[in-house]
């Protein structure tokens, strides 16, 4: 049985239908793939014109396959995958226009009534943050009318939340909003595309007072009164992983533990899914069968595990609500009900056909999350265990044997340990191309982690809980707090060892598309043939590693800058740069640690405001002059400066005869191209964060405009400087401002 080489054409469909006879249990399985296609496509494809033609093609295939193939399995399978393809598109692209709303189109600074529709505390970082509904009647600080899109989101001081702020509330407050800001850098995370599907227009923050007109329910509901109660009894990152285990809330873990979670490879255990929702199921059944016992009635007259089932699947459904309607929650919450439902029909319960159940359930309601990193992780963790143990071999090694206790545990350890290192495989292209980082050691953290939560901290976390029902509950904190510095230290110690995290620069698109492919048509064949997803794979992985590090990096503002150095690290241009752009920049450039400073290596000669390195290039010298301050420059020395230099970035706008010998990025360019990405190699490349022929619905939004003006200095920041400025550097001779050429 198999695809000959060089056969005729009638002879290799012969051997083409009798293959997919032997795989008949296994097509069914590439029903959610062939979803995902159709929304890739969409995501992929630029423009509407691309997304129409793509549908009829897909239509017109999958039609006429039926037409032809009612004998064959080949031309159903195409057919229904076309077919498949074509309603994913069309689920997207209509799930994208109705929830359409207006986005700022620019920094505005409002005073506001709005409803409070969720409240996010993120205690660790010391705020809050809020969704909410503005009502009409905005207005900016001298009294005129502003226009703000339905849904803003907002974050505040922890200090400036008043008693009553809660779901459902009336509250009026000043904010400096700013529209969704998309990717700061190639392959950066873009929000505006996450903040359009959830229907929010605008972000900022907002400032004290904050007045509540109506307040909100008590408490902010049961899912934040139960993270706070947790967060009281465990302070600390224990507490905040805590209320994650419960709720899926991770507002109070701290930002360094959770990093080390993250390298760790842990960071699964913080987002509620399959482990947990599995840990309830079970201890509810368990609870409900060892209290239905008692009724000899019960026992003697129905089918207690189909009761204890039912509650089972009460409990799941109540905990998905209770931690959000998060998309990994979804999936497993489905995944559980239907485990449950086969185990009630006497059926086999874990199998790829669950999982691929609840991936269509996910993306006929939710198609975009297909494009998001929970939604790949959680499925991809979920395919590769399944898989791994459904394969004859590994099933019949790892099944039930009649041997001594401690080769039982000996097999369990070896199997806990075979599957930490295929999730890892499975997870590593999709952490490396979202998060720009693979981990090493995770399978191994893993084996003590997983029963570590499961079996220990999940169920004195719920004891305590229940406990605390009746004032009894504070020695079982105490323990669960001594089981989580535990698994803190654990990842603390994973995360700092050498070689723990492998930095990668930004994944092409073509290669995690082929190391994907590849790797989906390993786990859902059953025949030799599989092995050909070796090709893909393999493929894909050899692209990613001959992927050449960004040697510049500009965000989308061009404010800042990192520039690769000798050794491989980057320099960043100001040393004024916000956490997350320093550690999203490293992150985009392949580099695992902190960036140095410009001014400080000796490859840079650089004054207050203006920056000029020389960067070796395959065989060449690349001179990069940038703007450090927001202070005018001569312009007759700045032009004479950028003569000298190939690439020049500023984030103001740069008069007309600055001409640098190859780039030139100033406000003006990179508020076409935004954020820009480039490689010095031989055939030096450049990447960008926009497109023009980009036409998704959050790149070109009905924009509000912004009705508040903010002082200038002057168009191109070459004018007369404001009093501020005079001020502060009357003294100072101009010529200062250039470094030495």
């Given at each position: 049985m198999g695809l000959p080489g060089r056969q005729t054409p009638a002879v290799a469909g012969a051997a083409i239908e009798r293959w997919l006879e032997a795989e008949r249990d296994q097509l069914a399985l590439w029903l959610p793939v062939a979803l995902g296609v159709g929304?890739?496509?969409?995501?992929?494809?630029?423009?509407?014109?691309?997304?129409?033609?793509?549908?009829?093609?897909?239509?017109?295939?999958?039609?006429g396959a039926l037409a032809i193939g009612r004998s064959g399995r080949l031309a159903r399978a195409v057919g229904v995958g076309a077919l498949a393809a074509a309603l994913g598109l069309t689920l997207?692209?209509?799930?994208a226009e109705r929830v359409a709303a207006p986005v700022l189109g620019g920094p505005t600074v409002a005073r506001f009534t709005a409803i409070v529709e969720r409240v996010e505390p993120l205690a660790a970082r010391g705020l809050v943050r809020l969704t909410v509904v503005p009502a009409t009647g905005a207005t900016d600080d001298r009294g005129g009318a502003v226009r703000l899109p339905p849904?803003?989101?907002?974050?505040?001081?922890?200090?400036?939340?008043?008693?009553?702020?809660?779901?459902?509330?009336?509250?009026?407050?000043?904010a400096r909003l700013m529209p969704p800001p998309i990717a700061a850098v190639p392959g950066a995370y873009d929000y505006a595309r996450q903040a359009w599907f959830d229907g929010i227009g605008g972000t900022g923050r907002g400032f004290a007072p904050v007045t509540v007109v109506r307040p909100g329910a008590v408490g902010g509901g049961l899912r934040a009164a139960l993270s706070q109660h947790i967060t009281t009894q465990l302070p600390g990152s224990e507490g905040g992983i805590a209320a994650?285990?419960?709720?899926?809330?991770?507002?109070?873990?701290?930002?360094?533990?959770?990093?080390?979670?993250?390298?760790?490879?842990?960071?699964?255990?913080?987002?509620?899914?399959?482990?947990h929702i599995t840990a309830v199921v079970a201890a509810t059944m368990f609870v409900m069968l060892r209290l239905l016992a008692l009724s000899s009635w019960l026992a003697l007259r129905t089918r207690l595990p189909l009761l204890a089932a039912i509650a089972g699947a009460a409990a799941a459904i109540g905990y998905t609500a209770l931690t959000g309607w998060q998309v990994p929650t979804i999936r497993s919450c489905v995944a559980a009900l239907l485990v449950l439902g086969a185990l009630a029909l006497g059926r086999e319960a874990v199998t790829l056909r669950l999982v691929a159940t609840g991936a269509i359930a996910v993306l006929l309601f939710r198609p975009e999350a297909l494009a998001g990193p929970s939604f790949q992780l959680s499925f991809a963790a979920i395919t590769a265990i399944v898989a791994l143990h459904e394969q004859p071999q590994v099933a019949a090694f790892f099944g039930p044997h009649e041997e001594a206790r401690w080769r039982q545990w000996g097999r369990g350890l070896l199997s806990l340990l075979l599957t930490g290192l295929v999730v890892e495989v499975a997870l590593m292209p999709i952490a490396a191309y979202h998060f720009h980082r693979a981990g090493l050691y995770g399978a191994i953290a893993n084996i003590v982690a997983i029963p570590l939560t499961t079996f220990v901290i999940m169920p004195l976390e719920a004891a305590a809980l229940l406990f605390d029902l009746v004032g009894l509950g504070r020695p079982l904190w105490w323990l669960t707090a001594q089981t989580l510095a535990g698994?803190?230290?654990?990842?603390?110690?994973?995360?700092?060892?050498?070689?723990?995290?492998?930095?990668?620069?930004?994944?092409?698109?073509?290669?995690?598309?082929?190391?994907?492919?590849?790797g989906l048509w390993l786990a859902l064949w059953r025949t030799r043939w599989r092995r050909l997803g070796l090709v893909p794979f393999a493929?894909?992985?050899?692209?990613?590693?001959?992927?050449?590090?960004?040697?510049?990096?500009?965000?989308?503002d061009a404010r800042h800058l990192a520039l690769r150095l000798p050794d491989g690290g980057m320099a960043l241009l100001r040393e004024r740069a916000g956490d997350y752009t320093q550690t999203m920049l490293a992150e985009s450039g392949g580099v695992d640690g902190a960036l140095t400073l410009l001014p400080d290596q000796p490859l840079a000669r650089c004054s207050d405001d203006l920056c000029l390195a020389d960067v070796a290039g395959s065989g060449r010298t690349w001179r990069v002059l940038a703007t450090r301050s927001g202070y005018p420059v001569p312009a007759p020395e700045l032009i004479a400066a950028c003569r000298q230099a190939d690439i020049v970035v500023s984030e103001r706008w740069l008069p007309r005869g600055c001409r640098p010998r190859w780039l030139k990025l100033d406000k003006m360019v990179v508020g076409r191209t935004g954020g820009v990405a480039i490689t010095l190699g031989t055939v030096?490349?450049?990447?960008?964060?926009?497109?023009?022929?980009?036409?998704?619905?959050?790149?070109?939004?009905?924009?509000l405009r912004a009705e508040t003006r903010f002082p200038r200095r002057g168009a191109?920041?070459?004018?007369?400087?404001?009093?501020?400025e005079s001020t502060t550097r009357r003294d100072q001779d101009p010529r200062a401002s250039m470094p030495q050429l």
């Open positions: 929304v890739t496509a969409w995501f992929v494809l630029p423009d509407p014109r691309g997304w129409t033609a793509v549908l009829l093609a897909l239509l017109s295939l999958g039609l997207v692209w209509w799930r849904r803003v989101r907002i974050n505040l001081q922890a200090e400036d939340a008043p008693a009553g702020l809660g779901a459902g509330a009336v509250v009026r407050l000043r994650a285990l419960a709720t899926g809330d991770v507002g109070a873990i701290g930002q360094e533990d959770s990093d080390a979670m993250r390298r760790a490879g842990l960071a699964h255990l913080l987002s509620v899914s399959g482990l698994l803190l230290v654990m990842a603390r110690l994973v995360a700092s060892a050498p070689g723990a995290v492998a930095a990668v620069p930004g994944m092409p698109g073509g290669a995690f598309g082929l190391m994907v492919a590849g493929i894909g992985a050899g692209w990613a590693l001959m992927t050449t590090a960004p040697d510049l990096l500009v965000t989308g030096p490349t450049v990447r960008t964060v926009l497109d023009p022929a980009d036409r998704h619905p959050w790149r070109v939004p009905e924009r191109s920041g070459y004018g007369p400087r404001s009093s501020v």
